[in-house]
């Protein structure tokens, strides 16, 4: 063969394996863990509603995973991930992730009763294992216990558009960097934090609601942090919560709505170095 056909050969072989791919469940692999088992960098994983009874387990790669839902309507079903009905729930989350850039869009993450009690307290939605960057848009997060859950030595960063937590059992997310915009949270019981999170995070138009036995709303460890244009209402604290507590940094709190708080200790604990501002 001509070297210099075998050269250009190599190269279009190349660049095909290059070319992500979209990896479609059911109609291609019947769960979406069989999918996940197929990636590649930078593949798309397509799920169509339904409800998906797995404990999924993430490759160590960059991925997007969507749901297929339908564009032209504003009330739409999303694909569920429970794993209640598998056996020992007590124990298990619907996701761990390690590493990479991962998005997903269009998914519930949903805790179902068997699964409450949890025996550990680090499961229930996303486990993240590794430092990685990891996105979520219109996801919903149902009676989880923890939504979010990443070791603080991992350094993972977490962006959220248009979210929602209800019922949590735990915190929706403990994380070291939050970048979260247009987000409900509420939980109904809650012994530390809603949001645990560290420096540069950014927790902007989103809105809090829900019942603490012990703990706070927003617990910041970090510095460089916005809390901007958020509502926190609707609360029945145990007489040692508090709303925010910013432990050390210089951080900015403006433009937020404190209402509706029915007994607690205090709205707002500044540490060190902090600038608040709140309206």
């Not at 009905?85 to 590493?99: D, I, Y």
């Not at 960057?133 to 248009?162: K, M, Q, W």
């Not at 247009?182 to 999170?197: G, I, M, R």
Request: glycine fraction near 8%; charged fraction near 10%; hydrophobic fraction near 45%.
């Amino acid at each position: 063969m001509n070297p210099a056909l075998a050269v250009l050969i190599c190269l279009v072989m190349s660049c095909l394996l290059c070319v992500a791919r979209t990896l479609r469940v059911p109609a291609e692999f019947e769960t979406i863990q069989g999918a996940l088992n197929a990636l590649l960098a930078n593949d798309t994983v397509l799920v169509d509603t339904g409800l998906y009874v797995e404990e999924l387990t993430a490759p160590a790669l960059s991925f997007v995973m969507i749901g297929n839902i339908s564009a032209d309507t504003s009330d739409h079903a999303l694909p569920i991930i429970d794993p209640a009905g598998l056996t020992s729930p007590g124990g298990r989350g619907c996701m761990s992730l390690t590493s990479g850039n991962v998005r997903i869009q269009n998914f519930v993450f949903r805790n179902g009763t068997a699964m409450h009690p949890h025996w550990t307290g680090d499961v229930g939605g996303i486990h993240i294992l590794g430092s990685m960057n990891l996105s979520l848009s219109d996801c919903r997060f149902d009676s989880v216990y923890y939504g979010v859950f990443a070791h603080g030595d991992l350094n993972p960063t977490i962006n959220l558009e248009r979210c929602e937590f209800v019922h949590s059992m735990g915190r929706c997310i403990f994380a070291t960097t939050i970048i979260a915009e247009n987000c409900s949270f509420h939980t109904d019981t809650v012994d530390w934090a809603q949001l645990t999170f560290g420096d540069y995070s950014s927790i902007v138009n989103c809105s809090f609601s829900g019942n603490f036995w012990g703990g706070n709303v927003l617990l910041c460890y970090g510095k460089y942090v916005t809390i901007s244009g958020c509502v926190f209402s609707n609360f029945e604290f145990a007489p040692a919560s508090t709303a925010l507590v910013l432990r050390i940094g210089a951080s900015e709190v403006t433009d937020n709505v404190f209402a509706d708080f029915q007994k607690g200790m205090a709205v707002l604990s500044v540490g060190s170095n902090v600038i608040p501002n709140p309206t």
